[in-house]
């Protein structure tokens, strides 16, 4: 399956702008046959603590509708960032569609309480997968990247992770690395897009990539493209795992011990 992989400039806080900068990447994948195209967090608005001017209603959303209509006349999947207002409760969501269809719907786990998102955003309780042609896909939301556990919870059922961000140049060392060390981890492919320019005074820089199950980089380092482009396969996933049966030696009864509140009463002593 060919995933594109976006390098959007976001407008702050302008969904038609940023509506039109969409249709222009999505005429550019469908021209490269890009299958599954996936844009950064919060596609329409930047990360943005604005949440009633960037939350919307599921039932009534024009976003999730733009979405859906682009999904259909381009005939590709498309993964993006949406904000959710669920009864004056915010999420901040990963959601897929295919076809018109929402195949994924995800709300990030961890709300970026350094950026103080944990007071205007509802963390998220559930790990979800979905299949789409035959590729079995998990995904998550920025700061997610530094929690390898969901990661791990979803691993063996997935052949391909994306994540989606909003990170800033200031700190785009970490996420290279760790979108690395969750490829190896899992030894699965993991494709991360984000955003690129300035919002809210921060900086972003050309940072997508990917990287296949046993941690190569995929995607030319520092490309100021607009879409990048990867194929995945998941027999390279299948084969990685069989030749290299790491993931098969995991002790998760006793991990499970190690985060019982028995194990956390005793200060670290000489």
């Known amino acids: 399956m060919k995933v594109g992989l976006t390098q959007m400039d976001i407008v702050w806080e302008n969904k038609a ?3 039109v900068k969409v249709t222009k990447l999505m005429e550019q994948a469908k021209q490269q046959d890009v299958e599954l195209l996936v844009f950064p967090e919060m596609t329409l608005t930047g990360f943005t603590m604005n949440t009633a001017f960037a939350g919307e209603e599921m039932l009534f959303s024009e976003t999730l509708q733009f979405f859906k209509d682009c999904s259909r006349k381009y005939e590709m999947a498309v993964a993006f960032g949406f904000v959710e207002d669920f009864g004056e409760e915010y999420y901040n969501k990963l959601m897929i569609v295919s076809k018109g269809r929402i195949i994924y719907d995800y709300d990030k786990i961890h709300p970026f309480n350094y950026g103080e998102e944990g007071k205007h955003y509802i963390g998220g309780h559930e790990v979800k997968t979905t299949n789409l042609q035959d590729v079995c896909l998990s995904g998550f939301v920025c700061y ?7 990661f791990q919870a979803v691993a063996d059922q997935t052949d391909v992770i994306l994540v989606i961000a909003n990170w800033p140049k200031e700190r785009v060392l970490h996420w290279e690395t760790l979108l690395r060390a969750r490829a190896i981890e899992n030894q699965c492919y993991v494709v991360g897009v984000n955003r690129v320019g300035r919002g809210n005074g921060l900086e972003y820089v050309e940072s997508s990539m ?4 046993l941690g190569e980089r995929m995607t030319k380092a520092h490309s100021k493209a607009e879409l990048l482009t990867i194929d995945v396969d998941p027999d390279v996933v299948h084969e990685v795992r069989r030749q290299y049966p790491f993931r098969e030696d995991r002790k998760m009864d006793l ?3 190690f985060y019982s509140p028995k194990n956390n009463q005793h200060p670290c002593t000489a």
């Open 144 to 150: 997610d990247l530094r929690f390898p556990e969901i």
């Open 17 to 19: 702008k940023n509506m």
């Open 255 to 257: 991990y499970e011990t």
């Open 210 to 213: 990917a990287f296949d199950p």
